[in-house]
Nanobody, 124 residues
């Protein structure tokens, strides 16, 4: 079965950086877009970034554009989210997910499998 395991979360000061990773198994990884979502405390889960199966196309939420970068390594079945210039409001549980399509996907209902999430806390 499909499994997604996130790692790389933690506590960081405002302005700092973190790199999240998601290791996938049980699927033909390069055939599907991948995405990162997040759920801030007390709020609904929201889209952060997505990358196509080929890795050639990406899309970002406006509030992370220019600060976060999504990438993937299809040889290693992994997807990463490089987060720079972190802000207090980036505090959330971050989830990676597998889309049902090879193209970029920004809606939750376009995703079929989800990881367990990794906590990112931005605090001084």
């Amino acid at each position: 079965q499909v499994q997604l395991v996130e790692s790389g979360g933690g506590l960081v000061q405002p302005g700092g950086s973190l790199r999240l990773s998601c290791a996938a198994s049980g699927l033909t990884f390069g055939s599907y877009a991948m995405g990162w979502f997040r759920q801030p405390p007390g709020k609904e889960r929201e889209f952060v970034a997505t990358i196509s199966g080929s890795g050639f196309s990406t899309s970002y939420a406006r509030f992370v554009m220019g600060r976060f970068t999504i990438s993937r390594d299809n040889a290693k079945n992994t997807v990463h989210l490089q987060m720079n210039a972190l802000k207090l409001e980036d505090t959330a549980v971050y989830y990676c997910a597998v889309a049902n399509i090879p193209n970029t996907a920004v809606e939750e209902n376009e995703y079929g499998y989800w990881g367990q999430g990794t906590q990112v806390t931005v605090s001084s």
